[in-house]
T-cell receptor
Framework: TQLLEQSPQFLSIQEGENLTVYCNSS?????LQWYRQEPGEGPVLLVT?????EVKKLKRLTFQFGDARKDSSLHITAAQPGDTGLYLC???????????FGTGTRLKVLA | SAVISQKPSRDICQRGTSLTIQCQVD?????MFWYRQQPGQSLTLIAT?????????ESGFVIDKFPISRPNLTFSTLTVSNMSPEDSSIYLC???????????FGAGSRLTVL
């Protein structure tokens, strides 16, 4: 069974600080996705990383896919209260669309 | 991306009863899925809803407990049967559109069982 472990589980920081969230697996994924979920809503896709070593930037968010395609990271620069939410990585076993979600990182950014 | 409407958005139910959750999509989609999110937890896939045939359930989930229908390409229902407090969760409908590799989620149905 493929598992995605995220760390840290919880993170509470002050506005303006930087942070990194990690997503690790013992299995290889053809791609990994990152989602953010806010209270009362479903998860919303932030990015998909496909190529080992790939780096993608989305404004203050930087996503990286590990060279071996077993892990990924999300770095947020100068966090803002609007970044507060549950961050989830997800991947699907090769040849399926059955996405497995990571254990989640709950971020709170204090003003 | 597809727009998904789920209802009810929330409900409080008594132990032993059943509740059906509806998922309506604004366009035809290839794949429809049902996920469960227990309090403070991540998402777990319950099943893939197959049009016109029985759903495909993941390990730990069975049809008698979570019957699913998908009569057409834009609509599906999930029933949570004989509920117990352990069934208190958010149930999320998600879809993948034809030719895409992106999951789009509904807002979820928050179920509390007393």
């Amino acid at each position: 069974t493929q598992l995605l472990e995220q760390s840290p589980q919880f993170l509470s920081i002050q506005e303006g600080e930087n942070l990194t969230v990690y997503c690790n697996s013992s299995s290889v994924f053809s791609s990994l996705q990152w989602y953010r979920q806010e209270p009362g809503e479903g998860p919303v896709l932030l990015v998909t990383v496909v190529t080992g070593g790939e780096v993608k930037k989305l404004k203050r968010l930087t996503f990286q896919f590990g060279d071996a395609r077993k892990d990924s990271s999300l770095h947020i620069t100068a966090a803002q209260p609007g970044d507060t939410g549950l961050y989830l990585c997800a991947g699907a076993p090769s040849g399926t669309y059955k996405y497995i979600f990571g254990t989640g990182t709950r971020l709170k950014v204090l003003a | 991306s597809a727009v998904i409407s789920q209802k009810p958005s929330r409900d409080i139910c008594q132990r032993g009863t059943s509740l059906t959750i509806q998922c309506q999509v604004d366009s035809q989609v290839t794949m429809m899925f049902w996920y469960r999110q227990q309090p403070g937890q991540s998402l777990t896939l319950i099943a893939t809803a197959n049009q016109g045939s029985e759903a495909t359930y993941e390990s730990g989930f069975v049809i008698d407990k979570f019957p699913i229908s998908r009569p057409n390409l834009t609509f599906s229902t999930l029933t949570v049967s004989n509920m117990s407090p352990e069934d208190s969760s958010i149930y999320l409908c998600s879809v993948i559109r034809t030719g895409a590799n992106v999951l789009t989620f509904g807002a979820g149905s928050r179920l509390t069982v007393l």
